[in-house]
């Protein structure tokens, strides 16, 4: 028996059967033929010979009851009834158990009397009789005649048959009639007749069993899994199924029984909702369920209210307390954590300088908050780029604000320094020799120290540059951030001889056939030529050049000399030699690649392929209108034999076409 508490039951569960006095039972069924006769059949009762088997009322009167049993008219008839005392098996077998039986016959006033008999077998299990009990013939002369026995079970009995048996005499009835027929054990069996239950309480181990029994003798009690007592009260239980067991002597019944419980609250789950910014801010929401109405919860276990939610709370460690309306509780700690707000641990700021608004505020480190974070430097437009430029000098201040809106904050500078000024330029014009002119800058700046320099590479702290030649200078000053000042002078000429004009023929792919012709004269000698480092000649034609960059020197006869730079050009954009032969003798020993560098950007690939198709070279990097550039004839640092192999080139032209060549070349030695 399962009891569900409503929400006004007690704080605990007494379950009550209340024990009655009981008397011996009688195992015959229909032992006086009470029951409706159901065609020519009595209920419980086999009609082994005859079959008008009846219910009688009256001639005679029935002994006890409204009926009784009579054969009706046949000559011999038989009825019987098997009862199963298999339930008696402990104490059967263990010699104890004892069965008495009595009824009544009675046989009508007549001659000769029909007779009655009455036999009862003790049965095995497979029917075999194991003793008997035989009233033998009885004619009780217009009386109920009570019949009795008392017989000890063999061991093994498991059935025990009644048989009724008559035999007519005279007449056309068969007079030998039977009623109120008992078979009751002895002793009685023990019975487990009712268990009292005290329910658990909260989930707890404090249910109590309290087991009511009768009959048995010397009894002893057990609970499942527990160590039998003659104690019929079980306590300290918590709720469950349970077999409750009684043994008398050698025998043993059971019963199962479910001792309730009242069980506490189940605490489901608990959301919690951080504090943010290091505020009392945080949240608990308790998802519980129960048996029971009218929970309440508490973070304290000492104010308990109704609602769920825990609002307004900093970053701790909780215990959530659940009570029902039963007084049972449910705990559970949990711990609320904070999302504190960033901290701006560093940044880097960069000044504006050069004259320009382009200070920059770089290299932002911050510690904590939540992510995505935004930055501002005017506490109004945020965005998630951490870097800013193009800040003009001034004061600003560092906004940093999280996912959360939690904000942090630090103060920068971005400091002005402006262009360094040329002030002035002193110059000194070289001699006729040239090489030794003089110049001195003079500057100021507030972004010191200052260098300088005439040709844009080098740069010198020296303001001063001497062994100048004439012409015109860039002078450049440059302060601590590498901002420039660029003033353009001119160191006047010495009187120097005058270069006309320069004509060249065209280079014939790259080839030593062009010529460089000068025109030229001076205010006070004849003059000389000279081509790069080449010895001064008294012809002004220079021949068997390739296409480069040349230096024309025209020299006076003082030794005054003036230069230009000439370029020969070529009259094809891309060439490289049908035949090289790589023999170390200095000649044609690399297959290199020439063309006009005015018209070609870079030459992207030079791939050598062999007449099966694997490349054997690839360079990138192979440098133009050198003899010493380009493919040695090996592979892998094997030299190849003579053959015929496939070139492919593959160049970047200055106008942006890409211009790819293919041929063959001859490799001999």
């Not at 005679?60 to 000559?75: E, H």
């Not at 039998?228 to 409750?244: C, H, I, K, M, R």
């Not at 193009?390 to 500078?413: E, M, Q, W």
């Not at 800058?441 to 010198?460: C, E, G, K, Q």
């Amino acid at each position: 028996m399962f009891y569900k508490p409503t929400i006004s039951a007690l704080v605990f569960i007494h379950f009550c059967l209340c024990q009655t006095t009981i008397t011996a039972q009688n195992l015959i069924k229909n032992p006086d033929c009470e029951l409706p006769v159901v065609g020519n059949s009595i209920p419980f009762w086999t009609s082994v010979v005859g079959n008008l088997w009846n219910a009688r009322q009256i001639d005679p009167l029935p002994q006890s009851g409204a009926s009784y049993f009579s054969p009706g008219q046949v000559r011999n008839a038989e009825l019987s009834q098997t009862v199963d005392v298999s339930d008696y098996a402990c104490s059967i077998d263990a010699g104890i158990q004892r069965f008495l039986f009595s009824g009544y016959v009675y046989s009508f006033n007549q001659e000769p009397l029909d007779i009655a008999r009455i036999v009862v077998q003790y049965l095995s299990a497979t029917g075999t009789i194991l003793t008997a009990y035989d009233s033998g013939d009885k004619t009780p002369l217009g009386i109920w005649e009570k019949l009795t026995n008392s017989t000890l079970a063999p061991v093994g009995t498991r059935n025990i048959r009644i048989r009724l048996i008559s035999s007519r005499q005279s007449g056309t009835d068969n007079d030998a009639n039977y009623d109120n027929f008992a078979l009751t054990p002895s002793p009685t069996k023990v019975t487990i007749d009712s268990v009292l239950i005290v329910g658990a309480k909260c989930g707890k181990p404090n249910g109590k069993l309290t087991v009511k029994t009768s009959g048995g003798s010397n009894l002893s009690f057990n609970i499942t899994n527990g160590i039998a007592s003659p104690d019929s009260v079980f306590s300290n239980l918590n709720g469950g199924n349970y077999t409750v067991s009684v043994t008398s002597g050698t025998c043993t019944v059971t019963k199962s029984v479910i001792l309730p419980t009242t069980l506490p609250p189940d605490i489901d789950s608990v959301k919690l909702t951080p504090s943010v910014c290091s505020r009392p801010n945080g949240k608990i929401t308790v998802f519980a369920r129960s048996n029971y109405a009218n929970l309440a919860y508490s973070l304290d276990s000492a104010k308990f209210r109704d609602g769920r939610l825990f609002d307004s709370l900093t970053a701790n460690t909780y215990k959530v307390t659940l009570r029902d309306s039963l007084n049972c509780t449910t705990q559970q700690t949990v711990t609320l954590v904070d999302n504190p707000p960033p901290t701006i641990s560093g940044f880097k700021e960069t000044p504006s300088v050069c004259g320009e608004n382009n200070g920059t505020l770089t290299g932002i480190v911050v510690i904590g908050g939540s992510s995505p974070l935004n930055f501002s430097i005017d506490s109004i437009r945020f965005s998630s780029i951490s870097t800013f430029d193009s800040l003009k000098s001034g004061n600003y201040k560092l906004v940093i604000r999280d996912s959360n809106g939690c904000t942090a904050s630090k103060a920068f500078v971005i400091q002005y320094f402006d262009i360094a000024k040329i002030t002035s330029v002193d110059i000194t014009p070289p001699s006729c020799k040239g090489g030794d002119g003089l110049l001195k800058v003079n500057a100021t700046s507030n972004a010191l120290p200052l260098i300088f320099s005439i040709d844009s590479v080098r740069f010198t702290s020296q303001d001063m540059f001497s062994n100048l030649a004439s012409g015109i200078y860039s002078v450049l000053v440059r302060d601590t951030f590498g901002c420039v000042t660029k003033q353009n002078v001119v160191v006047p000429d010495p009187k120097l001889p005058i270069i006309e004009e320069i004509r060249s023929s065209i280079s014939e792919c790259g080839q030593a056939t062009a010529s460089i012709s000068v025109k030229a004269k001076s205010p006070v000698s004849t003059v000389k030529y000279g081509l790069d480092s080449s010895a001064l000649q008294v012809e002004n034609t220079f021949r068997n050049l390739k296409k480069g960059k040349y230096t024309v020197v025209v020299s006076d006869e003082k030794g005054c000399e003036v230069t230009a730079d000439y370029t020969v050009q070529s009259n094809c954009d891309l060439f490289i030699p049908n035949a090289f032969s790589p023999n170390g003798d200095g000649q044609n020993d690399y297959l290199s690649i020439f063309g006009n560098e005015a018209d070609i950007e870079k030459i992207l690939s030079f791939r050598i392929f062999n007449r099966w198709g694997n490349i054997v070279y690839n360079d990138p990097n192979i440098r133009l209108n050198d003899p010493t550039s380009g493919w040695n004839g090996k592979f892998q640092d094997r030299e190849l034999p003579n053959d015929v192999f496939i070139y492919v080139i593959v160049a970047q032209m200055k106008k942006g076409e890409i211009l790819e060549k293919k041929g063959e070349v001859l490799l001999t030695k």
